[in-house]
T-cell receptor, first 118, second 110 residues
Framework: DSGVTQTPKHLITATGQRVTLRCSPRSGDLSVYWYQQSLDQGLQFLIQYYNGEERAKGNILERFSAQQFPDLHSELNLSSLELGDSALYFC?????????????????FGPGTRLTVL | TQLLEQSPQFLSIQEGENLTVYCNSSSVFSSLQWYRQEPGEGPVLLVTVVTGGEVKKLKRLTFQFGDARKDSSLHITAAQTGDTGLYLCAGRYNNNDMRFGAGTRLTVKP
């Protein structure tokens, strides 16, 4: 158990819909990262938040957005869902991002949310 | 497009055998990490390497970072069934850009 929790574990929805994925980081961790893992694309970094502020952006679509709340939990919002959005979505947390990136920080991954878009 | 190439994509061996998996890029990494992911779980960090030519050992696992910091290898000695999983490398290219490889799926048979 990494200490990172994600809900829900599974989510099935239809194209065009909007969903929200939730992540609670390990106690004391200030950084939260979101990743998408699909069979054909591997693990793709989406976005990072540090203490409530966006810190880094990866391959995140404009239909997707995220935020980190004062209690440090984070939500990933996916809208206008398409079939190709079906994937595992992971959240990870770390204590500090050091220089502003991933340098030498250990990221602890949650168990993931499996999203299926029908 | 994957900036990191991992090979082989799949590997199936018998318990007790040795194996090496590779992570290559045409670009220089400032640092590189190896993770193992088991079915239904998130990736777990195994090691971080930073210096070209660096070698790190974790029990039966040996990690090497290439001199030019464009490649890395993971060698497992006397593989056990518990080593079964997806091995991912993740390279950091600049301050805020981190990319994962597609992974090597290892199966160790008893």
């Amino acid at each position: 158990d990494s200490g990172v929790t994600q809900t829900p574990k599974h989510l099935i929805t239809a194209t065009g819909q909007r969903v929200t994925l939730r992540c609670s980081p390990r106690s004391g961790d200030l950084s939260v990262y979101w990743y998408q893992q699909s069979l054909d694309q591997g693990l793709q970094f989406l976005i990072q938040y540090y203490n409530g502020e966006e810190r880094a952006k990866g391959n995140i679509l404009e239909r997707f957005s995220a935020q980190q709340f004062p209690d440090l939990h984070s939500e990933l919002n996916l809208s206008s869902l398409e079939l190709g959005d079906s994937a595992l979505y992971f959240c990870a947390s770390s204590v500090d991002d050091g220089s502003g990136g991933f340098y030498l920080n250990t990221q602890y991954f949650g168990p993931g949310t499996r999203l299926t878009v029908l | 497009t994957q900036l990191l190439e991992q090979s082989p994509q799949f590997l199936s061996i018998q318990e007790g055998e040795n194996l090496t998996v590779y992570c290559n890029s045409s670009s220089v990494f400032s640092s590189l990490q190896w993770y193992r992911q088991e079915p239904g779980e998130g990736p777990v960090l195994l090691v971080t390497v930073v210096t070209g030519g660096e070698v790190k050992k974790l029990k039966r696992l040996t990690f090497q970072f290439g001199d030019a910091r464009k490649d890395s290898s993971l060698h497992i000695t006397a593989a056990q069934t518990g080593d079964t999983g997806l091995y991912l490398c993740a390279g950091r290219y600049n301050n805020n850009d981190m990319r994962f490889g597609a992974g090597t799926r290892l199966t160790v048979k008893p």
